[in-house]
């Protein structure tokens, strides 16, 4: 029997089935295989009698333990997850602890030579399905735990860890794994789990010198945080577009600007104090007119609510105009970002995008595409940092650590200018 576990490393370097009914001689022998385990065929083990969704009850260096998965074949299984200290995977949890890369960076202070210091415990709202449960984040960025006052089902915890993964990607701008969780059940039994990842690395690990766009340690913390959760249910997609645009492959060019321009689309839906297209007194003289034509009562009713939103709407322009004015010459200069030729660029591919064009010159000008591609990533990331409160400052230094990992591959081209 072939037990696979591709997704995530053996915790240790062999296991026993144990199998229930059986004496010891009867058990299979096991040796090793490169990241596979091979067990010898123990007399009587029913391998075609695995389904989905077993469960196989084992040790592991003398641990207690079950491995969680499917059957492939009539000799092979899937290791989905593996759950060592408990003899059977619990249906309610109390407290479930995660590590996660990059989280020590998510935990340094903005300002050189300043101690982290502890924020929380933070009460995160309800997501989805998902209760109300307080999360604690270690100041040296270790881990971080969240806990419910009542035991609830494990998948509740994994709603709230997915939008905690989202905002560290975000925070540093790099694709940051989960590793093992540490569940403690209901009755006080604490079990290390392995294997339950939403999804697996698309590129190999970034290891470099940086800094969160805000610290997980810092003032701004709690805000952003409940910003973040706030969004999570507002703004939805954003904020997984945001974090998700960090595991696309590179040559994803135009799957990356469809997504990126339509979370901007998105999320400056929400920008205030805009300047609408007609006025309000044009609006009531359209009204006035459609209502004062002899049509069907359904068709004109029909068409009066086409033509009020229609005219009652901004457009798009408008709204990345703004967000150009609000971040100023001086955050975008330090993203060395030209907006005068990105936001004509930007609209061109968004408006062929929206009205299914592929007429567009722009399809063919690989090197425009792939500037305003991370042109997109920049002024999506500053708009939400904005969404989540971040002050001048923050957003100052945000556009710089994004321009110098941006801008440096498109020096020559129209989208950046850098000196």
């Not at 050189?112 to 929380?120: L, M, Q």
């Not at 800094?211 to 939805?236: N, Y």
């Not at 660029?345 to 007429?359: L, P, T, V």
């Not at 002024?379 to 440096?408: E, F």
């Amino acid at each position: 029997m072939t037990l696979f576990a591709s997704d995530f490393p053996w915790p240790v370097p062999s296991l026993t089935i144990i199998i229930e009914g059986r004496t010891n001689a009867e058990l299979a022998e096991t040796i090793v295989v490169e990241d596979r385990l091979m067990l010898r065929k123990a007399s009587g083990f029913p391998y075609n009698s695995v389904s989905p969704g077993v469960k196989l009850r084992t040790e592991l260096n003398g641990v207690q333990a079950v491995l969680s998965g499917q059957a492939m074949g009539p000799t092979d299984f899937q290791v989905d997850q593996i759950w060592v200290g408990v003899d059977d995977i619990p249906e309610l949890v109390a407290e479930v602890s995660a590590t996660f890369e990059h989280l020590a960076i998510a935990c340094t202070p903005l300002k050189k030579g300043i101690a982290p210091t502890a924020v929380g415990p933070l009460t995160i709202p309800t997501l989805d399905h998902a209760r109300p449960m307080t999360l604690v984040i270690a100041v040296d960025g270790t881990s971080m735990t969240i806990s419910s006052a009542e035991c609830a089902p494990l998948d509740e915890f994994d709603t709230h860890l997915a939008a905690f993964q989202d905002l560290l990607t975000f925070l540093v701008d790099e694709p940051s794994g989960r590793g093992a969780l540490n569940v403690k059940t209901c009755s006080g039994e604490v079990a290390v789990v392995h294997g339950r990842v939403r999804f697996p690395r698309a590129m190999p690990p970034v290891h470099r010198e940086s800094r969160p766009f805000i610290s997980l340690t810092g003032p701004g913390a709690a805000i952003g945080v409940a910003r973040w959760w706030e969004a999570r249910k507002k703004l939805r997609p954003v904020t997984e577009i945001a974090a998700a645009l960090n595991y696309a492959p590179p040559s994803l060019v135009e799957a990356d600007l469809a997504v990126s321009a339509a979370a901007l689309d998105r999320l400056l839906s929400l920008s205030r104090r805009l300047p609408r297209r007609f006025s309000k007194a044009d609006v009531i003289a359209a009204a006035d007119a459609i209502d004062s034509t002899a049509i069907d009562p359904v068709v004109k009713t029909a068409l009066l609510q086409a033509v009020k939103g229609t005219l009652n709407a901004t457009p798009l322009r408008a709204k990345i105009d703004e967000m150009v004015r609000r971040l100023g010459p001086i955050v975008l200069g330090n993203a060395f970002l030209e907006a005068d030729t990105w936001v004509p660029a930007f609209m061109e591919i968004r408006n062929a995008i929206a009205h299914g064009s592929g007429k567009s010159g722009i399809w063919t000008d690989d090197a425009l595409l792939r500037a305003t591609r991370r042109a997109n990533r920049i002024m999506l990331a500053l708009a939400l940092l904005s969404y989540l409160g971040a002050s001048d400052r923050i957003l100052s230094l945000a556009a710089t650590d994004l321009g110098n990992k941006h801008a440096k591959w498109h020096r020559r081209g129209p989208i950046f200018h850098v000196p």
